[in-house]
């Protein structure tokens, strides 16, 4: 199994939650917004239905798992203070 990565969501640029998502969910990782504008779920249009469901923004932990949009390995990861600079050049 690889050692996990010190690169954290929640210390990403990217990354947003709102404070009342973050007290009523205690930090679940759904509740972290993944805010790069690479991925954007776009809307999509029902040809059976007639409707169209809404544009909108995926999670943190889907970002993570897919290899083309962040990666375990965190290719995007921008660290949101100046304390991050020392994670960001070490990766």
Not at 3 to 16: G, H, I, Q
Not at 33 to 47: G, L, R, T
Request: aromatic fraction near 10%; proline fraction near 7%; hydrophobic fraction near 30%.
């Amino acid at each position: 199994m690889s050692e996990p990565s010190e690169l954290l969501c929640k210390d990403c640029v990217y990354s947003r939650v709102n404070l009342i998502d973050r007290i009523v969910t205690f930090n679940n990782p759904r509740s972290f917004n993944y805010k790069c504008s690479q991925y954007v779920i776009e809307a999509e249009y029902d040809p059976v239905l007639g409707e169209t469901t809404p544009a909108s923004i995926g999670y943190c932990t889907s970002a993570r798992h897919s290899e083309k949009i962040c990666g375990p390995d965190a290719t995007k990861w921008i660290p949101k203070s100046k304390y991050g600079l020392f994670k960001l050049l070490k990766k």
